[in-house]
């Protein structure tokens, strides 16, 4: 089997050995660095299963080669910058890559164990009116080995995890290859052996990414960012998938479900008086009967930069009583890390455009 028969291809450029599937280290240690394939095996066993990062951390691999590797590949090649923790436990770290792009990820607390949250991009072009990812427009796609940094850094500050959400900057849909790729690592015999059912991916869902996840057939959570239920408004505040309307976009997640007999999830941020009223309850409760998804409500979490308002507790309860009563599966979500930058986007901005209060690692 040579590097083409694997799925990558171009090994001799490879920087990066996180950008290389496990199942592949063997292979490529062997081919490329002219050593036996079960030192491969076993490196990639140190990484995703026993907490090792960097490759002076294997004791047992040949201290030649671990030197080798430090010198032609370092395993992390972010650093970390910041690490902000919230009152309610959350931690946000910052991550700043070769090229000074700065990258974020969250662990949350929760009740069977911690969350992480990572990003796909650095920056989003989607846009969305009330998050601050979108801001400044999209910087690059992260690779599949910079996204599964950010899991390795904070497993590293935090220890391990129960659950995984793709929910960080950045449109997972712009870069689903790398992502998923990623979300293979994190699932696989050779990689982390984290569960499907524990991932959720969180999509405005641009053309194209309900059916290559439906293809793809794992069966992860896919919670699809609607914010709106009827066009006009969701193209107001979803200015990024102006071109798409709400129909095509819930006929392809019904594909999805019929593909993987999984349930999908709702998003819609509550914003005052945009999209808060009773009639735009009513709208969506008529837009979902009959679709097998659950609804989660978020509230606005304020961005300093935006003018929005999170509308009061009475206006949101009125609206989960409204989809409730229409029959829905609906949840009104607590925000985590609502004290320290934890909205999306917003650690990093305060770091590219200072003054910053938080602390610096
Ligand atoms: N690009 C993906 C992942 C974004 S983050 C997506 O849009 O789904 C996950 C969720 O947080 C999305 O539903 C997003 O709309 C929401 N979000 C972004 N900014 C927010 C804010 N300021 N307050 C509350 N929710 C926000």
Not at 20 to 26: C, F
Not at 167 to 186: R, S, Y
């Amino acid at each position: 089997m040579n590097a083409s028969e694997t799925g990558y291809r171009d090994w001799s450029n490879l920087t990066n050995l996180l950008d290389l599937p496990p199942q592949q280290w063997p292979m490529y240690f062997k081919e490329m660095l002219g050593v036996p394939a079960f030192h491969g095996k076993n490196a990639a066993r140190w990484v995703f299963r026993r907490n090792a990062y960097s490759w002076q951390d294997m004791t047992d691999l040949p201290a030649q080669l671990r030197e080798r590797l430090s010198e032609k590949m370092p395993l992390l090649t972010s650093t970390l910058v910041k690490v902000s923790h919230a009152d309610d436990g959350a931690c946000k770290i910052l991550l700043r890559h070769s090229d000074d792009a700065l990258v974020e990820a969250v662990g949350m607390p929760g009740t069977k164990g911690r969350t992480l949250c990572v990003s796909t991009q650095v920056g989003c072009a989607v846009k969305c009116v009330f998050c601050a990812s979108g801001l400044d427009g999209v910087q690059r796609n992260l690779s599949a080995g910079e996204i599964l940094q950010q899991v390795l850094w904070l497993r590293r500050e935090q220890g391990d995890f129960h659950r995984l959400v793709v929910m960080g900057m950045g449109e997972p849909g712009h870069n689903l290859d790398a992502t998923l790729q990623a979300l293979d690592c994190l699932m696989h015999e050779e990689g982390f052996q984290f569960a499907a059912r524990r991932i959720t991916l969180s999509t405005v869902a641009p053309r194209g990414t309900l059916p290559q996840l439906a293809e793809w057939g794992r069966q992860i959570s896919v919670a699809i960012s609607l914010h709106a239920a009827v066009d006009e408004v969701r193209h107001e505040l979803v200015p990024g998938v102006a071109k798409r309307t709400l129909l095509d976009t819930l006929q392809e997640a019904d594909q999805l479900f019929f593909a993987t007999g999984r349930e999908y999830t709702v998003e819609y941020v509550l914003l005052r008086d945009r999209n808060d009223q009773p009639e735009h309850a009513k709208e969506l409760a008529k837009l979902l009967q009959d679709r097998r998804c659950h609804v989660n409500l978020i509230p606005y979490n304020p961005v300093p930069e935006l003018p929005f308002e999170r509308p009061s507790s009475e206006t949101m309860d009125e609206f989960v009583h409204t989809l409730h009563d229409a029959g829905l599966s609906v949840t009104l979500r607590t925000s985590l890390g609502g004290n320290q930058d934890a909205a999306c986007g917003q650690l990093r901005r305060r770091t590219t455009s200072p003054p910053s209060g938080s602390e610096v690692v």
